[in-house]
């Protein structure tokens, strides 16, 4: 049996040319899996681990000194998801930045309005239009940081 399952995989692999559409397969333990799944880790995927893991921790410390200046808020979503955000804004969504509006971007959503802190760290961190001075103002009148934000009253267009 597990002459005739390499003998089929041989086969399938020497007629395989360059201009295939399918991913190169890799057999393990008579299951045929793709290749890119038994990729190791490189160098660079560490680096980009400890840049999201530093991101991580950025976006936990705005926060944090956001919310303490405010004398009022919710520290837990942001310092308990500061991983989902790197991940999120540092590897797995398309957005332009200088363009918030832009149709063809990636829309992360937070309807936990206890938890704005956590979505404005990252627009901060990501490179929009919101800086430090306004993350200082986080839950003050006429702030682009409110508690609880409203799409239309927000310059933001994720928030609903």
């Known amino acids: 049996m597990k002459f005739s399952a390499i003998a089929v995989f041989a086969a399938v692999v020497s007629t395989a040319n360059g201009f295939a559409t399918h991913q190169p397969v890799a057999l393990t333990r008579g299951v045929a899996r793709k290749a890119s799944s038994l990729q190791m880790s490189t160098a660079t995927e560490t680096t980009n681990l400890a840049a999201l893991a530093t991101a991580a921790n950025e976006a936990r410390g705005l926060a944090m000194d956001s919310i303490a200046a405010a004398h ?74 409110p508690g609880h934000p409203e799409f239309p009253n927000s310059e933001h267009p994720e928030f609903p």
């Open 72 to 145: 009022s808020g919710h520290m837990g979503l942001p310092l308990g998801c500061g991983e989902i955000g790197a991940s999120l804004y540092g590897s797995q969504m398309s957005y332009y930045a200088k363009d918030p509006t832009w149709i063809n971007r990636d829309r992360f959503i937070l309807s936990a309005g206890h938890g704005s802190m956590f979505l404005y760290s990252w627009l901060n961190l990501a490179g929009f239009d919101l800086s430090i001075d306004e993350l200082k103002q986080f839950r003050q009148h006429h702030s682009q940081t």
